[in-house]
């Protein structure tokens, strides 16, 4: 099957059916936009301080994110940095705003603040961590 019309017919016959291919995703993309139109633009709504009573409510139709629906996400932590002399870990405080109520939402920064405090690197252990590391370099991994 070798030559040079054969090789033409078989691109020509990969190039048809990726063209077909493209056709129809385009299709089904477009299909999927048209549905997508009703949604809301604002996906994240936020509400008053001063109103709590949608505090807690769903609705199966309502697609937006809203800080009652999202409760869950707001306790989940993440510790950023590599745990070295330079950079080590910490809590961030970034969460949505309304997303605790205000006494909750001091406890929650009291709390990130003291953990963030006991994570820092005192001058002893900056000290001893860089001594091994000149010192011994193989054991300063474990000792980290």
Not at 58 to 76: A, Y
């Amino acid at each position: 099957m070798g030559g040079a019309l054969p090789f033409f017919g078989l691109l020509l016959a990969f190039l048809f059916l990726g063209l077909t291919m493209f056709g129809i995703l385009s299709y089904r993309s477009q299909i999927i936009s048209e549905g997508l139109k009703e949604l809301p633009e604002t996906i994240y709504r936020v509400w008053e301080e001063k109103d709590e009573m949608g505090r807690g409510r769903t609705l199966e139709n309502d697609l937006g994110l809203n800080d009652q629906s999202i409760w869950c996400h707001t306790h989940r932590m993440y510790l950023i940095g590599s745990n070295s002399v330079r950079f080590p870990w910490f809590i961030p405080k970034d969460f949505p705003r309304d997303a605790l109520m205000k006494p909750d939402r001091e406890k929650l920064l009291a709390f990130i603040d003291r953990i963030n405090k006991d994570l820092r690197w005192g001058w002893i252990e900056k000290f001893t961590f860089v001594l091994v590391k000149v010192c011994y370099f193989p054991v300063a991994k474990g000792y980290h």
